[in-house]
C-alpha cells in the first residue's frame, strides 16, 4: 500500500521540475566530484577531508557575503581556503608521515571548528542551527538573477536559468583549466606522482611538492563547489559536507560505467555526466521519501562496482582466493 | 666522474649487533666516464643497496658520493634524477602504467629540468620518438598514445631504457634489468641495452645475476660479497675472464654462490 502510495506521489509531481533541481545541483556538484577525482583517482590519495572543506567553501563565502563582501570576491577567496586547507592535509601527510586517511580526517576534524567559529563571526545564533542565512539574493546567482529579471522574467524562470548559467559557467571554466592543467609539464608531473611514485622520483619529480600541489587543487574546487552550493540556498552549513566522499565516488563510478576511461577529456565529461545522473536519481529518491536510504545504496554500490575486478580476477586464477587476486 | 668514498649502509641498526645487517662496509669504487661495469654477487652481497645508494633511495651511515666533484651525498632522490638514468628489475617499475607511451617519455625529457606549465607535448618530440621507437624494433612506433600497462614486460623495460637514456645521464644504473624476463626477451633487452650503451658511449653501472651475461658485457667487472669489494677488475684481465674464474673466487670468499648464481652459469 504504501509503495502505491509513494508511486502516486511521484506521478503527481512535475517531472520536469524534479529534472531540473537535480541538474542545478548536479552542475555545481561536478565541481566537487572533479575535485574528489584529482585525489582518489589522479593522485591515488584517499583525502578524506572533503566532508570539512566543502562546508569550509560554504562558511568563508557565507560569512564574506554577509558582511557585504562581493560574492565573486568571496567565492575566489572561498577557493584559496580550499587550498589552505589541501596545504594542511597534504603537509599532515608528507612532512609528518601520517597516513593519508588519517590525514584528511584530521583535517577534517579541525575544520568543524573553524567552519562553526567562521559562522559565529555573524550575529545570529549559530550554535544551535549550525547554519548561518545570508540570502540568495545576495549570492552570485542572486545577483546574475537581478541582472536577467529586466528582461521581462518572471522571478521563478529567472532564479532557475540564473541558477543554470551560473553553475554551467563556472563548471565550464574548470573543465577547460583541468583540461589543459593536466596536460602541461607539472600536470603530467602530478599524474605521474599518482600512477608510480617511485618512477616520478627517478625521472627528478619531487614528489611531495606534487602531492602537496595536488591537493591544493583539488580542496580548491571543493571549496568552490561548496561556496556555490551555499550561495544555491543562501544558507552556509557547517554540516553541508556529510556523506561527500561518498556522493563524490559514487558520481565517478556512474560515469566511468557509462563511458569509459578511455581518453582524459571523456573521463571527465563522465564525472560531470556521473554526477549529474547522481543528483537526479537523488530527486528520485527525496520524491519517493526514501533518501535516507540514498547513501546506504550508494555505499553498497561502490562496494560492488569495486568488488568486481577483484571477483572476476579470483574466478580467473584456478587456486589464489580474493588474497592471490590483489597481486 | 662518479666517486664512492668509504661509504657504509646498515640495516636494522637500531637493533642489537648480530641482528643488524651491514649491507655495504666502508666500500669505495671510482667510476670513470665511460665505464660500462658489471657488478656481480649472491643475494645480499650488497648489490642493490650500492644501486640505491647512489641513486638516494636512503640515507648513508657512513661516506660520501661524488659527481664530477659534486657532493650528492645528501642530494634528496628526485634531485639526483638529472644526472642519473634509472632501469628497475620490475618491469612496472620504471614506467607509467596509467599513461601512454607518448606520455612517458614526455615525463622522461623533463627528467632534471623545471617543469612549468607548458603544455607537455610537441610535434618534434612526436617524431623524434616515433624514430626511437622503430630503433627498439618491437613495433612500438605505432602505439605512442597506448597505455603502457598495455605492454608486455620486455617492451616495458625497452620504453624504460629508453626513457632513461633520452637525456644522456652521466651515469646509467641497471638493477637486474632483465631479470623479470623470460631468457629469450632478457637476451633481446640485453643486445638492446649493449648497443645503446656503447653507441651514445654512456657510463653504466650494470646489476647482473648471470655471470655470463657480466663477463660477456661492459669493460670492468665488479664482485661483490657481503658489503665487500671482493674483486674489480677491468680490461685485457676482464676479457680473459672465465665463469671457472668468478666460481672459484666465490669458494675462496668462503661464501657459497647463490643458487640463482649457480643456475645461470
Known amino acids: 500500500m504504501q509503495i502505491l502510495e509513494s508511486i502516486n506521489i511521484f506521478l503527481a509531481v512535475n517531472i520536469a521540475d524534479l529534472a531540473l533541481t537535480g541538474v542545478k545541483i548536479g552542475l555545481i556538484m561536478a565541481i566537487m566530484t572533479l575535485g574528489v577525482h584529482i585525489s582518489y583517482r589522479i593522485l591515488d590519495a584517499a583525502d578524506l577531508s572533503i566532508e570539512g572543506i566543502f562546508p569550509l ?6 560569512i564574506l557575503i554577509y558582511y557585504n563582501v562581493p560574492a565573486i570576491l568571496a567565492t575566489l577567496i572561498a577557493c584559496v581556503a580550499g587550498a589552505l586547507g589541501g596545504i594542511v592535509t597534504g ?9 593519508m ?3 584528511g580526517i584530521i583535517t577534517m576534524t ?7 567559529a567562521l559562522l559565529g563571526l555573524s550575529d545570529k545564533n549559530v550554535i544551535t542551527m549550525k547554519s548561518m542565512t545570508f540570502g540568495f539574493k545576495n549570492g552570485l546567482f542572486g545577483k546574475f538573477r537581478e541582472l536577467i529579471i529586466g528582461l521581462g522574467l518572471d522571478n521563478s524562470a529567472a532564479t532557475t536559468i540564473s541558477t543554470l ?3 554551467a559557467l563556472w563548471l565550464g571554466i574548470v573543465f577547460l583549466i583541468m583540461y589543459y592543467f593536466f596536460g602541461t609539464e607539472v600536470g603530467m608531473a602530478i599524474r605521474a606522482t599518482g600512477n608510480n611514485d617511485k618512477m616520478a622520483r627517478a625521472e627528478g619529480i619531487n614528489t611531495n611538492k606534487m602531492i602537496l600541489l595536488g591537493l591544493m587543487i583539488s580542496n580548491a574546487l571543493i571549496a568552490l563547489a561548496g561556496a556555490l552550493f551555499s550561495q544555491n540556498g543562501g544558507t552556509s552549513n557547517v554540516d553541508s559536507g556529510r556523506g561527500m566522499i561518498v556522493v563524490g565516488l559514487a558520481a565517478i563510478i556512474i560515469g566511468e560505467a557509462i563511458f569509459g576511461r578511455k581518453t582524459y577529456k571523456l573521463q571527465l565529461i563522465s564525472i560531470i555526466t556521473g554526477t549529474i545522473i547522481y543528483y537526479l536519481l537523488r530527486q528520485v529518491a527525496i520524491e519517493l521519501n526514501v533518501v535516507e536510504f540514498l547513501d546506504l545504496v550508494s555505499a553498497i554500490l561502490i562496494v560492488i562496482i569495486l568488488a568486481v575486478p577483484l571477483i572476476k ?15 | 666522474m662518479l666517486e664512492i668514498k668509504n661509504v657504509t649502509k646498515i640495516f636494522n641498526k637500531e637493533l642489537s649487533a648480530d641482528e643488524r645487517r651491514v649491507a655495504l662496509d666502508n666500500v669505495s669504487i671510482t ?3 665511460g665505464d660500462f661495469i658489471t657488478v656481480i654477487g649472491g643475494n645480499g652481497s650488497g648489490k642493490s643497496t650500492l644501486m640505491n645508494s647512489i641513486s638516494g633511495v636512503f640515507p648513508l651511515d657512513a661516506g660520501e658520493i661524488l659527481i664530477d666533484g659534486v657532493d650528492m651525498t645528501h642530494m ?4 639526483r634524477a638529472k644526472f642519473l638514468g634509472r632501469v628497475f628489475q620490475d618491469p612496472h617499475m620504471g614506467t607509467c602504467g596509467n599513461m601512454s607511451i607518448l606520455e612517458n617519455l614526455e615525463l622522461a625529457k623533463r627528467r632534471g629540468k623545471k617543469r612549468g606549465l607548458r603544455w607537455g607535448f610537441t610535434k618534434e618530440d612526436e617524431e623524434k620518438y616515433v624514430e626511437l621507437l622503430k630503433g627498439l624494433d618491437l613495433g612500438l612506433e605505432t602505439r605512442l598514445s597506448q597505455k603502457v600497462g598495455l605492454l608486455s614486460g620486455g617492451q616495458r623495460q625497452a620504453v624504460t631504457l629508453l626513457m632513461a637514456t633520452l637525456i644522456t645521464p652521466k651515469l646509467l644504473l641497471l638493477d637486474e634489468h632483465t631479470a623479470a624476463l623470460d631468457p629469450k626477451t632478457a637476451k633481446t633487452v640485453l643486445t638492446l641495452t649493449n648497443e645503446i650503451v656503447t653507441k651514445e658511449n654512456i657510463t653504466t653501472l650494470m646489476i647482473t645475476h648471470n655471470m655470463n651475461d657480466a663477463i660477456k658485457y661492459g669493460n670492468r667487472l665488479i664482485m661483490l660479497d657481503h658489503g665487500h669489494v671482493i674483486l674489480d677488475i677491468a680490461g685485457e684481465e676482464k676479457k680473459n675472464l672465465t665463469i671457472k674464474d668468478l666460481l672459484k673466487l666465490f669458494e675462496d670468499s668462503s661464501v657459497e654462490a647463490s643458487d640463482s648464481l649457480l643456475l645461470n652459469k
Not at chain 1, 57 to 62: K, L, S
Not at chain 2, 76 to 79: I, K, L, R, V
Open chain 1, 91 to 99: 603537509l599532515l601527510h608528507t612532512k609528518l608521515k601520517i597516513p
Open chain 2, 31 to 33: 667510476i670513470n666516464d
Open chain 1, 165 to 167: 548559467v551560473v553553475s
Open chain 2, 76 to 79: 634528496p632522490e628526485y634531485e
Open chain 1, 101 to 103: 586517511i588519517l590525514s
Open chain 1, 313 to 327: 580476477k579470483a574466478s580467473l586464477s584456478k587456486k589464489g582466493g580474493l588474497k592471490n587476486a590483489r597481486n
Open chain 1, 57 to 62: 567553501g560554504a562558511c568563508v563565502a557565507g
Open chain 1, 110 to 116: 579541525g575544520l568543524y571548528s573553524i567552519n562553526l
